[in-house]
């Protein structure tokens, strides 16, 4: 029984030094809020376990010197008899605290660890679901609190990794669909002519026609992903330069103005920017982004009145762009996934060429690599709107500096 408890001890001592190494009272460590907290739990925590290792370094050696002075008083001054009275209790009162001591230990130290090992082989066994609940004041109740943080860091590992391989699949879905839709129409429209059924020249030009649109759709779908699939590695090359929002938006809405007017499409620009401010963008990729956007409201527009507005303005230290039109709108139950990859609205999945369903996508990736936002609302039947929100990196007072 004493080499048991001796090896106990010698367990608990070896813990209490390991979590010491671990962890120093050293000023540089515990000189902040979180770490003085943590020190000041770790002290309440180690008083409990300290009790422990007293109790069994001391208490042993107390009570056999405190045992002998005992018996040599009692033979000097007592009989035989009360001797052996005086014995029986003493041992009796020795044992039950002996117990006492023993069921502590066991509720403290060795149920939490048991409880601990079971966790543990989940763990093991894949399972990352796991916590353990046995609330104790001392270095286990440290060791289970780490135990259940990890579980849980675990468990949110395992959901991005399960929502990884998800998307992964629903892309490789959604480019076999994509790619597969213009690759059989190109292969039946080149049968037709290759068998002879198509016999007029004119015939022979509106399927040539038909194939060339075609391919210019899936080397767009090619563009669109090795274009996102870099912003999604972050490994997407940024030209950043800082330069006067006014003066940029204003060239690159006359450009658009030119485009959508031989679309028969009503464009408006409102420049509400006062005083101007200066950004650090790419000028090509927010130059694409906002293209992006555009190019969606003229696409789904719809009607032959379709207008589309681009309003510029600041609030505090950002600057903001929407594009608005007054399109069929977006359904409010389908918002939350506009930005989705080739997500389309409608859910037959049709397809007229132009889209790739990937633009919306690409321009919320292309404004957030700027430290920017994008958002959304839209109403049916009125219209859907577009907004950027870029940060301001310097006033126009500033520019000479």
């Not at 109403?379 to 007072?397: A, D, S």
Request: aromatic letters at 12%; charged letters at 25%; proline letters at 3%.
């Amino acid at each position: 029984m004493f080499d048991k408890k001796r090896r106990v001890h010698q367990h608990f001592h070896k813990i209490h030094e390991q979590f010491h190494r671990k962890h120093p009272h050293s000023p540089g460590k515990w000189g902040n809020n979180h770490w003085g907290e943590e020190y000041q739990n770790h002290c309440k925590y180690h008083h409990d376990f300290d009790s422990f290792h007293k109790g069994l370094k001391w208490l042993r050696p107390a009570a056999f010197i405190f045992t002998v002075i005992l018996l040599y008083l009692l033979f000097r001054w007592i009989g035989t008899t009360a001797i052996a009275v005086f014995f029986a209790l003493f041992i009796a009162i020795k044992e039950i605290i002996h117990l006492g001591f023993l069921q502590r230990l066991e509720k403290r130290i060795f149920l939490p660890m048991d409880e601990l090992k079971k966790a543990v082989d989940e763990i093991a066994r894949g399972n990352y679901y796991v916590q353990v609940d046995y609330p104790v004041t001392n270095e286990f109740g440290v060791l289970i609190h780490s135990f259940n943080e990890m579980a849980q860091k675990l468990q949110e590992s395992e959901k991005v990794q399960l929502s990884y391989e998800e998307n992964r699949k629903a892309l490789i879905a959604n480019i076999s669909h994509d790619l597969k839709t213009p690759i059989a129409s190109i292969q039946g429209y080149i049968e037709g002519i290759l068998d002879g059924v198509v016999a007029s020249p004119e015939k022979t030009n509106k399927y040539l026609k038909i194939i060339y649109h075609n391919t210019v759709y899936i080397n767009k779908l090619i563009d669109d992903l090795f274009l996102f699939s870099k912003l999604d590695m972050e490994k997407l090359d940024f030209q950043y330069e800082t330069l006067p929002v006014k003066g940029y938006m204003s060239d690159l809405m006359e450009e658009f103005r030119l485009e959508l007017e031989e679309k028969q499409i009503q464009f408006s620009y409102l420049d509400k920017m006062d005083p101007d401010g200066y950004v650090r963008i790419d000028r090509k990729r927010i130059h694409q982004a906002i293209r992006n956007i555009i190019g969606n409201g003229a696409k789904f527009g719809g009607g032959n009145e379709l207008t589309i507005t681009v309003e510029l303005w600041r609030q505090d230290d950002a600057v903001y762009v929407s594009v608005k039109d007054n399109g069929p709108g977006i359904p409010q139950d389908k918002l939350a996934h506009v930005f989705e990859r080739f997500y389309r609205i409608d859910t037959e999945r049709t397809k007229d060429m132009m889209s790739t369903g990937l633009g919306l996508a690409i321009a919320k990736e292309l404004v957030e690599a700027h430290q920017g936002k994008i958002t959304l609302s839209s109403t049916e039947n009125e219209g859907t709107c577009f907004t950027i929100m870029l940060p301001i990196v310097k006033e126009q007072g500033e520019a000479g500096q």
